[in-house]
T-cell receptor, first 114, second 111 residues
């Protein structure tokens, strides 16, 4: 069974640019969550999508957005990049049960903003 | 107050000893609790979850939950150098599907 696939693995962008990250969940998983991981803040919850709808949202500015497609694949977009957006972005998928959100993580996308 | 709190460590134990990792959470409505392990440069991997008060054992790992005290712990018996990693406690917030992580505890197992 294929795991959670994130592309690309590495990205280098310039301040002010925008970026789109992609995530393909485990087959049959309907929930996709996105997290930002930095050494200082740890794993910070960005948002969660379930059946193409954003079900939960974290405390990030509106520059961070996402969407989910009918095949459960998800994309995350960050506009007007800032230096502080440099981080590891992790996608995780689960079957979607709200009472037991057991997530499997992808390998992540390492974003560097210069 | 953070939603999920862990001691960042490092927690250092000798090989063969029991490592005890602790976590507290603030949301009394939380129903599910997870322990993830993250090796340096890798993504988190799920070790085990627990949702009922008491203990849950899986091999060398035991998760303990006390909802009244809002406390979760992970015991690792017969610790091995390969257990050296950061252990992340995660809490399912209410009945939302949202999973919030603590900062993680770094465990070092010395041969």
């Amino acid at each position: 069974k294929a795991g959670v696939t994130q592309t690309p693995r590495y990205l280098i962008k310039t301040r002010g640019q925008q970026v789109t990250l992609s995530c393909s969940p485990i087959s049959g998983h309907r929930s996709v969550s996105w997290y930002q991981q930095t050494p200082g803040q740890g794993l910070q919850f960005l948002f969660e999508y379930f059946s193409e709808t954003q079900r939960n949202k974290g405390n990030f500015p509106g520059r961070f957005s996402g969407r989910q497609f009918s095949n459960s694949r998800s994309e995350m977009n960050v506009s007007t990049l800032e230096l502080g957006d440099s981080a590891l972005y992790l996608c995780a998928s689960s079957p979607g049960t709200v009472s037991l959100p057991s997530y499997t993580f992808g390998s992540g996308t390492r974003l560097t903003v210069v | 107050q953070k939603e999920v709190e862990q001691n960042s460590g490092p927690l250092s134990v000798p090989e063969g000893a029991i490592a005890s990792l602790n976590c507290t959470y603030s949301d009394r409505g939380s129903q599910s609790f997870f322990w993830y392990r993250q090796y340096s440069g890798k993504s988190p991997e799920l070790i085990m979850f627990i949702y009922s008060n008491g203990d849950k054992e899986d091999g060398r790992f035991t998760a303990q939950l006390n909802k009244a005290s809002q406390y979760v712990s992970l015991l690792i018996r017969d610790s091995q150098p390969s257990d050296s990693a950061t252990y992340l406690c995660a809490v399912g917030i209410g009945n939302t599907g949202k999973l919030i992580f603590g900062q993680g505890t770094t465990l070092q197992v010395k041969p």
